[in-house]
Nanobody, 120 residues
Framework: QVQLVESGGGLVQPGGSLRLSCAAS????????VGWYRQAPGKQRELVAV???????TYADSVKGRFTISRDNAKTMVYLQMNSLKAEDTAVYYC??????????????WGQGTQVTVSS
């Protein structure tokens, strides 16, 4: 199946940038859609960005214009470029690969998460 490992998190000042990476292993990665989620303490998990298998992207209003999701299927990698970071972006970020399988419904896989802290 698909295994995911996030990296690239850390401490960054407000207004700074980080690039998160999601390394995928397993067959048929290119056929999966991938979403980046985040969860801050005491808050619900939030969908941040999605990139479909065909390359179409969608963003939450809160990050639109600041974050960019991309994928490199040859390297089986998905990235989240985060610019103009704000304190409210602080959260654990997770990548999620999912697909709708005929006869099985939705299947998805999660990484372990990477911490992003935006603070002075």
């Amino acid at each position: 199946q698909v295994q995911l490992v996030e990296s690239g998190g850390g401490l960054v000042q407000p207004g700074g940038s980080l690039r998160l990476s999601c390394a995928a292993s397993g067959s048929l990665f290119s056929s999966y859609h991938v979403g980046w989620y985040r969860q801050a303490p005491g808050k619900q998990r939030e969908l941040v960005a999605v990139i479909l298998s065909v390359g179409t992207t969608t963003y939450a209003d809160s990050v639109k214009g600041r974050f960019t999701i991309s994928r490199d299927n040859a390297k089986t990698m998905v990235y989240l470029q985060m610019n103009s970071l704000k304190a409210e972006d602080t959260a654990v970020y997770y990548c999620n690969a999912y697909s709708y399988i005929l006869g099985a419904g939705k299947v998805d896989y999660w990484g372990q998460g990477t911490q992003v802290t935006v603070s002075s």
